[in-house]
């Protein structure tokens, strides 16, 4: 079983970076596959990224694409999320997920309480 926290989020300015952070406690983390998800009010939830739990491949929503990076460090048992040119449409709580793969949220067993993201123009 792995707990999750997320950080990071805020207030920022459009076309300005945020990088979130998940910190994960229990055991094994880099046996789990890690993603990002995001819901904005009166939306459902969206696959952001994910990846692999050797750090070797990820997957990026069109949405994010080329802005947005996932990476993680196993030594320290960290998931981050560097997020570039922010548009007002990212925001939204984000959520880390632990233990899945793909772009469905069924799809992860672990997730983080969120960190609110608000990107003003």
């Known amino acids: 079983q792995v707990q999750l926290a997320e950080s990071g989020g805020g207030l920022v300015q459009a076309g300005n970076s945020l990088r979130l952070s998940c910190a994960a406690s229990?055991?094994?983390?880099?046996?789990?596959?890690m993603g990002w998800f995001r819901q904005a009010p009166g939306k459902e939830r969206e696959f952001v990224a994910t990846i692999n739990n050797s750090g070797g491949s990820t997957v990026y929503a069109d949405s994010v694409k080329g802005r947005f990076t996932i990476s993680r460090d196993n030594t320290k048992s960290m998931l981050y999320l560097q997020m570039n040119s922010l548009k007002p449409e990212d925001t939204a709580v984000f959520y880390c997920?632990?233990?899945?793969?793909?772009?469905?949220?069924?799809?992860?067993?672990?997730w983080g309480q969120g960190t609110q993201v608000t990107v003003s123009s």
């Open positions: 229990g055991r094994n983390f880099n046996n789990y596959n």
């Open positions: 997920a632990a233990g899945g793969w793909g772009t469905e949220s069924f799809r992860y067993r672990y």
